[in-house]
């Protein structure tokens, strides 16, 4: 497994904003797309967004119109764009790479992000 380095987490009040950031060895995301997963302290790993090779992007419900996910290619990073923070929220945030098994098998180690009232 290849290691992607989350970055960009941390406290913040509800209604407020984070961006989060996934920096790859190499310009994968020219070839690769891009999701951003969560998992709240006793949950299950949830899929927040997914950007394709395309740029065609997608958002679970509980953050669309909240959330956005982009990517740089040339600086090797995909980005998580949170605004109106809700508790709900809080939870370690995990990118990934996405496609064929070479994608596949670059992943990050997370970045907490907690939301208070």
């Known amino acids: 497994q290849v290691q992607l380095v989350d970055s960009g987490g941390g406290s913040v009040q509800a209604g407020g904003s984070l961006k989060l950031s996934c920096e790859a060895p190499?310009?994968?995301?020219?070839?690769?797309?891009g999701a951003w997963y969560r998992q709240a302290a006793g949950k299950e790993r949830e899929l927040v967004s997914t950007i394709s090779f395309a740029g065609i992007t997608r958002y679970a419900d509980s953050v669309k119109g909240r959330f956005t996910i982009s990517r740089d290619n040339v600086q090797r990073t995909l980005y998580l764009q949170m605004n109106r923070l809700q508790t709900e929220d809080t939870a370690v945030y995990y990118c990934?790479?996405?496609?064929?098994?070479?994608?596949?098998?670059?992943r990050g180690q997370g970045t907490q992000v907690t939301v208070s009232s």
């Open positions: 990934a790479a996405q496609g064929d098994n070479w994608c596949d098998n670059h």
């Open positions: 190499g310009p994968i995301f020219g070839t690769c797309g």
